[in-house]
Structures are given as C-alpha cells and as structure tokens.
C-alpha cells in the first residue's frame, strides 16, 4: 500500500528510485540470465552433434536432441512470462525459487531426452507443475491488487506468507 511522504524519509532521487527497483527485480532477472545460459547450453549440444556427424546423415541421437531443444523452447515464454508476472505482482523469492527449480527440471527433461524419451517424462511433469505454481501466484497476485484498488482490502502479506511456504511443497517428487 502507498503511504504519504513523511519528513523522515529519504529524498527521492534516481539513485534510490533505482535500487528500490532492483531490489524487486533482481532475483527474477537473476533467473532470467540462468535460464538463457541454459538455452546456449541446449543450442551448443544440438549444434556439436550436428556438426560431429555427416550433415546429410542425422543420427538418432541428434534427433532427440534437436526435439528436446524445441520442446525447451516451446515452453520457455510461458516460463518467463509467468516467472516475471508472479515476481512482480506477488512475491520475488518464491517466483525466483520456482524458476531455479524449473530450471533444474528443464535440465533433467534435456538430459532425460538423450537415453530415451520415456526418461524425459518426470521432467515434463514436474516442470508444468512448477509452472502452473507460478501461474497460480500471478492470478493471486493480480486478484489481490484488484481487491485492493477496487475494495480497498490488501491481503498481500498473508499471500506472501503463505506463497513461501507453499514453494517450498515444490520440492516434494
């Protein structure tokens, strides 16, 4: 909720504008540089197993690779999207958590993908589990807002609250 300016505060400069900001941004963009690292790390091992055969011969393996890699990324505007939405309009530190997670899962998918496909699956089903999480905490988050711009009640540190402890329920297989 906004308050009114008091003597006591800090003047408002750029310089504080801009650490306020970061504060509750950084995790989500934290993540974000993660998870683009992992995209690189996707695309090297599709291309050095391009590369490593003929080019008109695609082996098995490179198969799978090449489908885990678009499936990835298939997935990966839901996953920023949903991880900067539930950020910013609910709590930081469990969207940075839950993306951290997806991250490791979406690297368990990749590498599942390259024994056989079934292996892959636990993955699959965990990462859209995580993701539904984070679109669970958007529409909380845009619903508390509107509760409280239209009815004037804010339940935003109760939600926080228990969004914390609900992300740590990720971890459970």
């Not at 308050?3 to 504008?17: A, F, G, Q, V």
Request: glycine share 6%.
């Amino acid at each position: 909720m906004i308050r009114p300016h008091s003597e006591t505060d800090p003047p408002c400069t750029l310089d504080n504008m801009y650490v306020a900001v970061m504060d509750n941004i950084f995790l989500l963009a934290l993540v974000t540089l993660l998870s683009v690292v992992q995209n690189v790390f996707f695309a090297l091992k599709v291309e050095k197993e391009c590369t490593g055969q003929h080019s008109k011969h695609h082996s098995a393996a490179f198969e799978r690779l090449s489908c885990a890699s678009r499936n990835c990324m298939d997935t990966y505007p839901t996953f920023l999207a949903v991880l900067w939405c539930a950020g910013i309009c609910l709590s930081q530190a469990p969207a940075a958590f839950a993306g951290i997670i997806y991250l490791v899962v979406r690297q368990k998918y990749f590498v599942g993908y390259l024994g056989q496909t079934c292996q892959s699956i636990p993955g699959f089903l965990f990462g859209k589990r995580i993701l539904f999480f984070l679109s669970l905490m958007c529409v909380v988050g845009i619903i508390n807002h509107l509760m409280l711009t239209y009815g004037g009640s804010d339940y935003k540190e109760y939600i926080q609250t228990i969004t914390k402890a609900a992300s740590t329920l990720l971890l459970l297989p």
